[in-house]
């Protein structure tokens, strides 16, 4: 991001303006207005790269500790409720691959459900 620049416009913009340059100035804030809608997009769009990591790398791990849980020897190998999650392990890793966050979110939602079945029939 171009703060230098940013201040460099403002400064210009300030002088046009106590030189009566009003055609020069307008123009000075016209890129300024730009630079700065530039700035926050770039900033919006870390900002949400950044949480779509956090929200896959949780995703990532709590999916290790399914995987475990539905690794357990007690539960029983012919449950349906066993070879849909297996499933749905399978398609959320393929949308974290993807970074379709959303559809990693209804997915463990159902998934969490399914794991709570399992894990009472084995108790």
Do not use: C, W, Y
Not at 60 to 82: F, V, W
Not at 89 to 117: A, H, M, P, Q, Y
């Amino acid at each position: 991001m171009n703060f230098l620049k940013l201040k460099k416009l403002f400064t210009q913009a300030h002088q046009q303006i106590n030189s009566n340059e009003i055609e020069s100035a307008i123009n000075s804030i016209h890129q300024l207005e730009s630079l700065i809608h530039t700035i926050k997009k770039n900033i919006s769009e870390s900002s949400s790269h950044s949480s779509s990591d956090r929200i896959k790398e949780f995703a990532s791990k709590q999916l290790n500790k399914i995987q475990k849980i539905l690794e357990d020897p007690l539960i029983d190998s012919n449950m349906p409720e066993l070879e849909r999650a297996n499933s749905l392990v399978r398609e959320i890793e393929t949308l974290i691959s993807e970074d379709n966050v959303s559809d990693v979110k209804k997915k463990f939602g159902e998934l969490n459900k399914l794991v709570k079945i399992i894990k009472n029939s084995i108790r």
